[in-house]
């Protein structure tokens, strides 16, 4: 690629209109996987750390080793947008705000650092020390393909996960002893910091609760505790389609440019009972979707999420991604003819 400097290689990401990528790459070495990417006609990947234990055993990620990996990637014709996660354990105590967070935090400083001194402009987080709720994964869609389920009647009752019940006012507290502390990392280092939804998007489960759950609780975890350039969305808009009684669109409207990149999949129904779909059949034009980015200035990297599982696929699912980015080419080059671009 062109740019050359760290800086540089950040801006030249962030300056980039609404386009196609490839996320959830964990092994960004594989140069058989870096290859079909480029045969789709994609052009922007992200990475995944979230399985990465070496991160908690390190105290952080390694510049050289980001280096050698962006450097890969661009060999392979392709740029490195971003980070998509650290592992949860990684964080989870800063997030319920209990013993070890101190510790916790220099690591995730660290892996901020390190981030932007190899060029990479977003690092994205969440706010689920338990993780993603699931009550299936073979719910079957079209054609026998399988994706994942939701019932909140089935996984209620959950037992604990982290030893007791944590109250809504100890994660906002955690969550804003963490902005204090990591925005003015991220600002320094050049990093954008890009926050996920909760999913499924219900008030909580296992004794902890779910912040991140609707329009409002975005708002305030963006726009009113730490107010950043450096603070935004990693727009899952599947999770936004999950939430009973919003509507993804007029967040997209809100927050705008500080939409930095997007897990674009589709669902059937919503709030305490949803499954997943292929991006073509779910509850919401995608279409639709991409307009409003394009209209409310947003310009994020648009990845393929949560595709179904199809018959005879790979592990990495050839098939199911190939699919999905297809027919977002699709949308996004009828998008940009419809509005003149």
């Known amino acids: 690629m062109s740019a050359q400097t760290p800086t540089a ?4 990401i962030h300056e980039l209109p ?12 594989d140069e058989d996987l870096l290859r079909y990417i480029r045969q789709l006609g994609v052009e922007d990947v992200l990475i995944n750390k979230g399985h ?20 890969r990637i661009e060999d392979a014709g ?8 650290l592992p949860t354990r990684s964080f989870d105590r800063i997030m319920l705000g209990i013993d070890g967070r101190e510790k916790q935090l220099e690591t995730f400083e660290n892996c901020v650092r390190a981030i932007g001194e190899a060029g990479i402009p977003i690092l994205g987080f969440h706010w689920a020390a338990n993780n993603v709720w699931r009550s299936s994964r073979s719910h079957r869609v079209r054609g026998g393909a399988r994706a994942t389920a939701y019932n909140h009647e089935e996984l209620k009752g959950a037992p604990n ?3 007791r019940e944590f109250s809504e006012e100890e994660l906002w507290d955690a969550y804003e002893w963490f902005l204090e502390r990591i925005v003015p990392v991220a600002e320094e280092a050049g990093v954008t910091l890009a926050l996920h939804p909760n999913d499924p998007p219900v008030e909580g489960l296992g004794g902890v609760p779910f912040l991140f759950r609707d329009l409002e609780s975005f708002k305030r975890g963006i726009d009113e505790i730490y107010p950043s350039d450096n603070l935004g969305l990693k727009m899952c808009f599947g999770c936004w389609a999950e939430m009973a009684d919003v509507n993804p669109l007029d967040a997209i409207e809100h927050f705008g440019e500080k ?3 997007v897990h674009f999949r589709n669902v059937h129904g919503e709030g305490e009972r949803f499954n997943e779909t292929f991006i073509d059949e779910g509850d919401y034009d995608m279409y639709e979707a991409i307009k409003t ?16 599982r ?8 050839h098939r199911g991604y190939g699919y999905t980015l297809g027919y977002m080419k699709g949308i996004l080059n009828a998008a940009n003819r419809e509005m003149g671009e």
């Open 161 to 163: 996960t982290h030893g």
């Open 18 to 29: 609404v386009r196609v990528a490839w996320g959830h790459i964990t092994d960004p070495h």
């Open 78 to 85: 392709l740029r490195l947008n971003a980070v998509e996660q």
């Open 52 to 71: 990465d234990t070496s991160i908690i055993e390190e105290g952080g990620l390694d510049v050289q080793e980001l280096v050698q990996t962006r450097n």
């Open 310 to 317: 199809i018959d005879g696929d790979s592990d990495l699912q």
């Open 9 to 12: 290689k950040r801006d030249e």
């Open 293 to 308: 980015f394009k209209r409310a200035g947003a310009t994020p990297a648009l990845t393929p999420d949560h595709v179904p």
């Open 259 to 261: 939409i930095h990149y």
